[in-house]
């Protein structure tokens, strides 16, 4: 981002006015920014800003939050460049696990019985966004075995936002992105439907670094720092894909692509995708990518 620019249409002058980006002023007008509009901006349900960790820790979370597969997050700010804001987040994500009652009362509270139930604990996060990362902060996040997302951010002129993914880090080996649906303690799939879903995990892991895959009873999640993909279960004839395009930017062809928007589903996304076929895993790629790069 530092090397992006953006510039604003003038018709009335030179034609073209460059909008200069800055950091915040202050820490705090970040953080309440993102807590305003959390899932909307990094797919995560705003739980609690400024949570205390008790008298031991003697610390305070700068938000909790839950992202779209129940996963517990953890977000940390920084005005501009800060070498301890990763630390500082990998203490609190330590905390964290070690208060797994204290969190899933707190999503109780805020969310109801049912999402408290179902935090799914295998995929903690943590997500920082600061002002800038340095080329340390992104090796240092690939030797934890936590899954990291480094966000950074500009402010443009008085109303843009513009946040870019700098380092997703998912915990896992390179060489995880080739494991089977077996050996990713997934349930076994058998048939014509089963290699489709075989063929499309391959495909989504593929897509770039950074791609979490989070198991859920109902689907299969493909991450970035928000859900891009999901994968339901294979029935019989067919697998469904639900993905994070809008489906009013696709043409929709009968059979093969749904706008879903406002159905009920199992995982995220307003467009299915209905696969019977390798050819179809073929036709999907574009629609893949589309959705990955949105993330």
């Known amino acids: 981002m530092p090397g ?21 002023e202050v820490e705090a007008d970040v953080q309440g920014l993102v807590e305003a509009h959390m899932e909307r901006l990094l797919g995560v349900r705003f739980l609690a800003s400024e949570y205390g960790t008790g ?12 992202d779209e ?13 800060d070498a301890g804001v990763i630390n500082q987040g990998l203490f609190y ?7 797994r009652a204290e969190f899933q009362t707190l999503v109780r509270d805020r969310l109801g019985v049912t999402t408290a139930a179902q935090v799914l604990w295998s995929a903690p996060r943590l997500i920082c966004v600061a002002g800038g990362f340095t080329r340390y902060d992104v090796h240092a996040v690939r030797e934890h075995r936590r899954s990291i997302d480094l966000v950074r951010y500009r402010f443009f002129g008085k109303d843009l936002l513009g946040l870019e993914t700098v380092a997703s880090i998912t915990g896992r080996t390179p060489a995880a992105k080739r494991v089977r649906l ?15 879903a075989e063929a499309v995990d391959e495909v989504l892991l593929g897509l ?27 029935q019989k004839t067919k697998l469904l894909v639900y993905l994070k395009t809008d489906p ?3 043409d929709i062809v009968p059979g093969f692509t749904r706008d879903v928007t406002g159905l009920g589903h199992h995982g995220t996304g307003d467009l299915e995708v209905q696969l019977r076929s390798e050819r179809d895993v073929e036709r999907s790629l574009e629609l893949f990518r589309v959705s990955y790069e949105a993330a």
């Open 4 to 24: 992006l620019k953006l510039f604003r249409t003038d018709t009335t002058n030179s034609g073209m006015t460059e909008v200069t980006p800055r950091l915040a």
């Open 55 to 66: 008298p031991v820790h003697d610390g305070r979370i700068d938000s909790l939050g839950l």
């Open 69 to 81: 597969n129940g996963s517990p997050v953890i977000v940390e700010y920084k005005r501009g460049v």
């Open 93 to 99: 994500l330590g905390w964290l696990m070690d208060h």
């Open 182 to 196: 077996r050996a990713a303690g997934l349930p076994p799939v058998r048939g014509h439907s089963g290699a489709l």
């Open 208 to 234: 770039g670094d950074g791609v979490s895959r989070v198991q859920r009873k109902q689907y299969r999640g493909y991450q970035r720092l928000r859900n891009f993909a999901c994968v339901c279960p294979p």
């Open 248 to 250: 009013r930017d696709v």
